[in-house]
């Protein structure tokens, strides 16, 4: 086991060092420079800000800086609010992104195994029909759209919850709920395909044969090893909060870290996408990592050997 | 029908004989023999939802690529005059359809306003006049061109990808496999988002970086099946008879491999689309003045209180097409590979 987690973390590592490496040298490519927008300036100033930003030196000095800073937690300075570290513009940020976030994952899995498991149990009747196509629209429907229908609808015209900004959990649960579709639809999708497959096995006839009951049947032998497999999509599923809470924060103006990420990209805040690439980065490697262990340790049958 | 059987004796049956058995053909295969794709065909015909996402398909890229015949003004000419004018058909009355506006509880016949006469959008138009449907249909043809280059990526790489790794093994595919971990633990949206960046927003930077991400799940999935394969009996016989090994991959591999392949591009087509438009919405994507679903959602979002049709169609023809390829790409799933259903 420890010899397993060394390796995954020496490979997390070796990862984050090639996504640092690769966005550096893809921001050096990148055309114009942030003060390339700025009224005039002599000179004079912009050497001074060039240096101030350590943008004078060669390429691969910088590089050597940058990776030495990131290795002490230190991405260099926001150009877009001056002075700002980025290290605290995305540790400021970082909570109500993992809140909402969180919470949509919970939701949409929680939601997901309950119309997965309906859907599987009432096979091939209007109820497993429905379920479907709960999960086909919640695929298909972009989060954007989504969220804007949930705020107008809920928010505007309800007045159930308050259409934007931050404070409180009353203000998370519209994001929350957009963010929690995509998930919802997946884990419903996969929980069902599972599920159908383990009522049909072996065991689940013996439990049949030996006259236990329904409820019985389903809840200690069915649902629990269907569940297991369900853990391997959890990644994919955290990529799928990733990409929607960039949209979904900015619709309801949620000072997250995807907002922040779209608001960086517009104004060409060089430092602060290199930053918020490698911490998305270095989040999805750990959800990946413990997915990993928690599905070894819950599934007798998957032992971590190597 | 046991009541029948008791009823029937030995003397009902005569054996046939002589010239009679001779001419007989009970060897004869009565139906027609069926290749893969036709008995995949015949199953994917008795799914009704998939049929019908088929038909909305065919007319999605009839109208679509065919924007020029259809499109009932010119998708990028502004008129500043007709700005924000809601659907209307001639001869229809029914609020939404007949060019009237809800301004606080009223219906106002909003093209009698801008004195628009005789002319009419049927979708509408945008804040600056251009009529919705054509941008529509423009926009459609972008999400479907970009879905069929990412298509194209997804075999041309992703594919011969997959069949490289599990099919060399070894060394070879111990490293490429690394790679696609390392590919794997970084969001497929931010490395679009920094290939965009890089090569300034358009349509190139939005097909490359689609590309560049989409292949990942293709050349997972063929490996696996690659690997599966390799041992099998009908290879082993291949190579005992002395075939180079890029043949027995190509001829014998590749075909078996087909369903794997259409199942998961049908899934990447959805995914494209979904991008594509995400992208544009966010500000990256297609660029003014060209529309792209994405775009006008983004427009439309911003008045959606009063203007609530900019944004309803354009969403509901996204949805569409995506709604379309899932259950088409379900569809297919259990066409082409029976097994999967219970």
């Known amino acids: 086991m420890a010899k397993y987690l060394g390796k995954r973390i020496f490979y997390i590592i070796l990862t984050l060092f090639i996504v640092s490496t690769i966005t550096f040298f893809l921001m050096k490519l990148m055309p114009g420079t942030p003060l390339t927008n700025q009224a005039k300036l002599t000179p004079t100033q912009i050497h001074q800000i060039y240096k101030q930003y350590g943008l004078d030196k060669p390429v691969w000095q910088q590089y050597l800086v940058y990776l030495g800073g990131i290795i002490h937690g230190n991405f260099g300075t926001s150009f877009q609010f001056s002075n700002q570290p980025v290290s605290y513009l995305i540790s400021s940020r970082l909570g109500p992104s993992l809140i909402i976030g969180g919470q949509g994952m919970v939701l949409g899995v929680l939601a997901g195994l309950v119309v997965g498991a309906v859907g599987a149990i009432k096979a091939n009747t209007w109820v497993d029909t429905s379920a479907t196509i709960i999960s086909i629209l919640f695929i298909s429907i972009p989060s954007f759209v989504l969220a804007v229908l949930l705020q107008y609808y809920l928010g505007l ?3 159930l919850f308050p259409i934007a900004d931050w404070g409180g959990f009353m203000y998370t649960v519209l994001p929350t709920l957009a963010l929690a579709a995509s998930p919802l639809a997946e884990t419903a999708r996969f929980m069902r395909t ?29 649902l629990r090893n269907s569940l297991i497999p369900v853990v391997t ?25 995807g907002e922040q990420f779209v608001k960086s990209i517009l104004t060409n805040d060089y430092p602060t996408i290199m930053g918020l690439t490698i911490v998305y980065s270095a989040m999805l490697c750990v959800v990946l990592l413990i997915t990993d262990i928690v599905y070894g340790l819950i599934d007798p049958r998957i032992r971590i050997n190597k | 029908m046991a009541d029948n059987a008791k009823q029937t004796s030995a003397d009902d049956f005569t054996p046939i004989a002589g010239a009679d058995r001779a001419k007989l053909d009970d060897e004869k295969i009565a139906t027609p023999s069926l290749t893969f794709l036709q008995d995949s065909w015949r199953r994917l015909r008795k799914n009704k939802a998939a049929m019908i996402a088929l038909g909305l398909l065919i007319i999605l890229f009839i109208l679509a690529f065919g924007s020029h015949f259809f499109e009932t003004h010119n998708p990028n000419a502004t008129n500043p005059n007709f700005a924000n004018l809601p659907p209307k058909i001639p001869g229809i009355d029914i609020n939404g359809l007949n060019g009237t506006l809800d301004q606080s509880g009223e219906r106002v016949n909003a093209y009698a306003q801008a004195h628009a006469g005789n002319n009419w959008y049927l979708l509408g138009t945008d804040y600056l006049g251009r009529d919705l449907f054509s941008r529509i249909l423009y926009g459609t043809r972008i999400s479907l061109e970009i879905a069929l280059i990412a298509s194209f990526f997804d075999l041309a790489f992703g594919v011969v990808y997959g069949i490289t790794s599990g099919w060399i093994g070894g060394r070879v595919d111990t490293l490429m496999q690394r790679i696609i971990e390392i590919m794997l633990s970084i969001p497929n949206l931010v490395v679009m988002v920094l290939l965009i960046l890089v090569l300034k927003p358009g349509m190139t930077a939005i097909i490359l970086s689609i590309a560049i991400t989409s292949w990942i799940n293709m050349a997972r999935l063929v490996r696996a099946q690659t690997l ?11 190579r005992t008879l002395g075939e180079s090994s890029w043949k027995i991959a190509f001829k014998h591999l590749l075909p078996n491999l087909s369903s794997v392949i259409i199942i ?19 500000g990256i994507g297609i660029s003014a003045p060209q529309a792209s679903l994405g775009t006008l959602i983004n427009d439309g979002q ?14 509901i023809v996204l949805s569409v097409l995506m709604i379309a390829f899932n259950i088409l790409g379900d569809g297919l799933r259990d066409a082409l590979d029976p097994k999967s259903r219970e």
């Open chain 1, 233 to 257: 999509i959890i990644g994919p599923l955290a990529v799928n909060i990733m990409t929607g809470s960039m949209v979904v924060e900015n619709i309801f103006s949620i000072p997250g870290i």
């Open chain 1, 157 to 159: 015209k309800l007045r």
């Open chain 2, 264 to 282: 998961n591009l049908m899934f990447t087509i959805p995914t494209a689309i979904f991008f594509e438009a995400f992208l544009s919405y966010i």
């Open chain 2, 228 to 238: 599966e394969l390799k041992n099998q009996e009908f290879i082993l016989a291949a």
């Open chain 2, 302 to 315: 911003k008045n959606f209180q009063f203007l609530p049709y900019q944004m309803w169609y354009p969403a």
């Open chain 1, 194 to 222: 599972e599920m159908v497959d383990v009522l049909s096995s072996d065991y689940i006839e013996l439990a049949k044969a030996k006259g236990l009951n329904k409820v019985g049947i389903i809840y200690h032998h069915a």
